[in-house]
């Protein structure tokens, strides 16, 4: 699913990167340019990566 329209970022790419250290917005922005353009994904762009880092993090316990 896209996140960021302006970018054409997926969800997908969103949790690629965050497997390869990307925990924040300036990270994402610069890595995917994701929430560069309008900024109305920052928000879901976020939530992504948080969830998928608990995920992550729920797997290691």
Request: aromatic share 4%.
């Amino acid at each position: 699913m896209y996140v960021c329209i302006c970018r054409a970022v997926t969800d997908t790419e969103i949790r690629e990167a965050a497997d390869g250290g990307v925990h924040d917005l300036d990270q994402l922005a610069d890595t995917l340019g994701a929430g560069t353009g309008c900024g109305c994904c920052r928000e879901s762009a976020q939530a992504v990566i948080d969830e998928h880092i608990a995920e992550c993090v729920s797997y290691a316990v």
